[in-house]
C-alpha cells in the first residue's frame, strides 16, 4: 500500500485512477480546481481517512505551493494527470498563440511545477515514482500534423521527465511518460476505442512493475515501450 498523488480526480482518467486506487485500499492525495464542486462519491474515503482533496491549479505555481504545504507525508507516487486537449486553432498555418502557451502552461509546466512542489514529499519515500500522463500524439517520430500545440506540448513533457529522470537517478526516484491509450473522456469522446476502467487498470499495472531501468521511458496503458 502506498500514498498517490493524482492531479485531476474531478473527471475522466484521474478520477478512475483515484476510483482504483482507493478501492484496492491506497491512500490518494486527490487535486480539484473546484474542491465545493468535487462529486458525493468521494465522501466516504474522505471520512475514513484515506482519500484527501487538495484545491490546485497547474498553471498556479502559488496555489501548488500552499498544496505541498497542507501535505506532511512521504509520497510514493506523483501522476501528472491533469491536462487540456488546446484552442480550437492550432494548426501551424493558423494558430491561436495564447491558446498555444495556455496548453504548454498546463500541459508541460504544469506537470514540471507539481514535481518541484513536492519533491520534498518523494524523497520522504523509498524509490518513489513520477509519472506523467503524456499522449502518443506528442512523439516526434509520429509526423501527424493536427493539434500541434496539444503535441508539442506532449512532447515537451517527455523530455521534462526524462530530464528529472536524469536529476533524480541518485535520490532512487524514477520519473516516466505514459500514453493512456484514446480514452473515453470528455477530451477523448465517444469515439475512442478505450475505456477509462481499463486505461487506468493497464496504468496502475504498469506503476505497480516499474524498476529504476525504466526510468526516462516512455510507456503505452498495456506497458509496451512507446517512440519519443
Ligand atoms: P478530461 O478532459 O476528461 O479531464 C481533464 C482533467 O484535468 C480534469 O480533472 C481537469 O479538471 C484537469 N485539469 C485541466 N486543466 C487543469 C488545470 N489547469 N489545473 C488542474 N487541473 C486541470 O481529460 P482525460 O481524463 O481524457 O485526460 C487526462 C490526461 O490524459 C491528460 O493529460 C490528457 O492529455 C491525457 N490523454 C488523454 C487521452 C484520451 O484519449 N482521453 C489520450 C492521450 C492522453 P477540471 O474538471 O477542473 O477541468
Redo the contacts with the bound molecule.
Sequence with gaps: MGTYLI??????????LARVLLLRGDRVIG????PD?ASAEWDGFIKNGQLKLLS?????GGSIKEAAKRLDEPLHVLI??????GPDRQSTLDMDFDGFLDTL???TL?PLRTVQAFLPHLRRARAAKIV??????GSISYAKSDRIA?RAS?SAVNKVMQGLATDLREDGIIAISV???????????SG?D?S?QD?ADGIIKLIDGITPGNSGGFFDWQGKPVSF
Excluded at 506523467?132 to 500524439?137: A, G, H, L
Design positions: 492531479t485531476g480526480i474531478g473527471r475522466g482518467i484521474g478520477q478512475e487535486t480539484v480546481r473546484d464542486g490546485l491549479d497547474v498553471r498556479d501528472n494527470n491533469a491536462g487540456i486537449i502552461n498546463v500541459n504544469g506523467t500522463i503524456s499522449s502518443r500524439m496539444y506532449k500514453h493512456p491509450g484514446w480514452v473515453r473522456t470528455d477530451m477523448g469522446g475512442a478505450v477509462v486505461s
